[in-house]
């Protein structure tokens, strides 16, 4: 007859199932985590090759980030976004969604609140504005005089185009864009060195009070613990793409956002 388990013997299993557990799982969530990360990189590094695709055909011009003209069309009054200028180039309308969001892809200035990835706010043209003159811009900047050319890009490998976004169904909400204009300036007054708001929770549910023009954050939103260990890609004016945490992003210098 076998002996049957004593209630010792039980409770040891248990408990060694248990610290396998406490072990494994943290590393499972690490995985999954790593997995969400290289797919976010290489779906939004697809956006940066359009970006080179788009320019090719215009004349080395970045593709706007919004139009604003000086005289609006009547029958179309709304500004002009740029997912729908870059869709031709990718033919998909998962990859301006970020991995692992509700996101939607921003079909029109109507539906500009929704979708979780962002370009910047620096590729943006404005021809009504006068608080957007390049090297001096300000707080709110949604786009200068003309189209930027890639020639302006004296670093490439250094200029932040694309990253993760807040967003939300109507609101507040800006998430076809992050604007590098409305964070914090550069200490040792360096206009380049400057940044966007850059968190890694919902900065824009978190402060009702303020505009959307004041905010159009970057959320790094993988990760993300609101201690800024939250990460997000960052594709790069030359074509690369690399994940950076919310604490590093906030360095200034680490990487460029206002190059215009």
């Not at 060694?16 to 499972?28: K, S």
């Not at 999954?32 to 080395?60: E, F, H, I, N, P």
């Not at 370009?119 to 404005?126: L, N, P, S």
């Amino acid at each position: 007859m076998k002996k049957a388990f004593t209630l010792i013997e039980l409770l040891v299993v248990i408990a060694i199932i248990a610290i396998l557990a406490a072990i494994l799982f943290p590393v499972f969530a690490q995985a999954k985590l790593a997995a969400k990360k290289a797919r976010a990189l290489a779906q939004m590094k697809q956006l940066g090759t359009a970006v080179y695709m788009y320019a090719s055909d215009y004349d080395d011009y970045f593709v706007p980030s919004s139009i604003r003209p000086a005289v609006p069309d009547p029958a179309n009054p709304n500004p002009e976004i740029w997912p729908p200028k870059v869709y031709p180039y990718v033919k998909n309308q998962e990859i301006f969604v970020a991995v692992d969001t509700d996101g939607k892809f921003a079909t029109d200035w109507t539906a500009r609140h929704n979708q979780s990835i962002g370009y910047t706010d620096a590729a943006g043209v404005d021809q009504t504005s006068t608080q957007c003159v390049p090297g001096a811009a300000l707080p709110g900047c949604e786009g200068f005089a003309s189209a930027a050319n890639f020639s302006v890009a004296e670093e490439p490998a250094s200029i932040g185009l694309f990253s993760t976004t807040a967003h939300g169904v109507g609101g507040k909400w800006r998430g076809y864009v992050f604007n590098p204009y409305n964070g914090p300036a550069d200490p040792g007054g360096d206009y380049k060195k400057g940044l966007p708001i850059i968190a890694d929770y919902d900065y824009v549910a978190a402060n009702p009070a303020l505009s959307p023009g004041e905010m159009k954050p970057i959320f790094a939103r993988y990760g993300a613990d609101a201690k800024g260990n939250g990460m997000t890609p960052v594709i790069f004016a030359d074509g690369h793409a690399k994940a950076y945490s919310a604490k590093a992003m906030n360095s200034f210098g680490k990487i460029i956002w206002r190059f215009r």
